[in-house]
């Protein structure tokens, strides 16, 4: 596992040039480059698909900046979300098979030097709830959680499951993501210059959580 203590300046260096080119394809994303760079140390550890999980990052922050009137969260949230997203799919060094709870055990144990054990538990949680079964108040670490922090796993685990589905073949397709809000839905229209081919089925699927958590219908055109 990687030692996020023992991050040289070559690292770093490292790590800006990753975070800049997908910064330069979003820039509408406004970037915490000392957090993100610690997230993707850890992440480079366990030998995770690096280019996934920026792209994963990048478009879970433009959803959730583009949907604060609906989820009301604040910066801190905004970090939580930035951490689990980056490292939502470690848990497959272990093996893909339940990978998003293995996930969850690796980011536990992890530190970030600018990130609280509150926080980074939260951020476990929601990397845990990138797939499969939505929150359940039987299930472990979440039944743990007061009232509130359960809302907040619940909506931040909601825009990262559809974050992960846009790029589910793990390919970065998707160039560019405008995010629109309503009263009875959002829309997520692609704005690069080419459309990616997005898997209906599986984006359903994947946005049921936010459709429950927010009371909005979610489509992409």
């Given at each position: 596992?990687?030692?996020?203590?023992?991050?040289?300046?070559?690292?770093?260096?490292?790590?800006?040039?990753?975070?800049?080119?997908f910064?330069?394809?979003?820039?509408?994303?406004?970037?915490?480059?000392?957090?993100?760079?610690?997230?993707?140390?850890?992440?480079?550890?366990?030998?995770?698909?690096?280019?996934h999980a920026?792209?994963?990052?990048?478009?879970?922050?433009?959803?959730?900046?583009?949907?604060?009137?609906?989820?009301?969260?604040?910066?801190?949230d905004?970090?939580?979300?930035?951490?689990?997203?980056?490292?939502?799919?470690?848990?497959?060094s272990?093996?893909?098979?339940g990978?998003h709870?293995?996930?969850?055990?690796?980011?536990?144990?992890?530190?970030?030097?600018?990130?609280?054990?509150?926080?980074?538990?939260?951020?476990?949680?929601?990397a845990?709830?990138?797939?499969?079964?939505?929150?359940?108040p039987?299930?472990?670490?979440y039944?743990?959680?007061s009232?509130?922090?359960?809302?907040?796993?619940?909506?931040?685990?909601a825009?990262?499951?559809?974050?992960?589905?846009?790029?589910?073949?793990?390919?970065?397709?998707?160039?560019?993501?405008?995010?629109?809000?309503?009263?009875?839905s959002?829309?997520?229209?692609?704005?690069?210059?080419?459309?990616?081919?997005?898997?209906?089925?599986?984006?359903e699927?994947?946005?049921?959580?936010?459709?429950?958590?927010?009371?909005?219908?979610?489509?992409?055109?």
């Open positions: 596992m990687a030692d996020i203590n023992s991050l040289q300046p070559s690292d770093a260096r490292a790590g800006d040039v990753a975070l800049s080119s910064a330069e394809k979003f820039s509408q994303v406004d970037l915490r480059y000392s957090l993100l760079r610690s997230a993707l140390y850890i992440g480079r550890g366990f030998g995770f698909d690096e280019n920026l792209q994963v990052t990048m478009l879970a922050q433009i959803i959730f900046d583009s949907t604060v009137s609906l989820h009301k969260l604040s910066a801190r905004r970090d939580v979300l930035a951490v689990a997203a980056m490292l939502h799919d470690i848990g497959s272990v093996g893909f098979r990978h709870k293995n996930s969850c055990s690796l980011i536990m144990k992890s530190e970030i030097p600018e990130f609280s054990r509150d926080d980074m538990l939260l951020a476990a949680i929601v845990r709830y990138h797939r499969k079964s939505e929150p359940k039987e299930h472990e670490f039944s743990q959680l009232q509130h922090e359960q809302k907040r796993v619940g909506c931040l685990a825009i990262l499951r559809i974050a992960d589905v846009l790029d589910r073949d793990h390919l970065q397709r998707v160039s560019g993501l405008l995010v629109h809000a309503n009263e009875l959002v829309t997520l229209t692609q704005s690069g210059r080419t459309r990616a081919k997005i898997d209906i089925q599986a984006f699927k994947k946005s049921h959580l936010f459709e429950k958590v927010f009371g909005r219908h979610v489509k992409i055109s």
